[in-house]
């Protein structure tokens, strides 16, 4: 998901190597509320699985995982 806000700011010619400025640029330059919570969110799933050991991942939350992230790029695109 990330990379596709990248690609998006790039072709609008915005060089923003931050992930926090490209998810607020989302917010702010397109008006995208809805596609902000979801990144927002995914962000801090993958902060949280990255660096702590206190969850738990099931085939359920993965596959609703990559669902949430397949219909985010096609709004994105």
């Given at each position: ?5 990248i690609?998006?700011?790039?072709k609008?010619?915005?060089k923003?190597e931050n ?8 917010k702010k330059?397109?008006r995208e509320?809805e596609l902000y919570h979801i990144?927002s ?17 099931t085939?359920?939350?993965v ?7 397949q219909d985010f790029?096609?709004k994105?695109?």
């Amino acid at each position: 998901m990330y990379n596709c806000v990248i690609a998006l700011m790039r072709k609008c010619g915005i060089k923003c190597e931050n992930h926090t400025g490209n998810i607020i640029l989302l917010k702010k330059l397109f008006r995208e509320n809805e596609l902000y919570h979801i990144i927002s969110k995914a962000k801090k799933e993958r902060v949280d699985k990255q660096y702590y050991v206190d969850f738990e991942i099931t085939e359920k939350g993965v596959k609703e995982t990559i669902k949430i992230a397949q219909d985010f790029i096609i709004k994105i695109k």
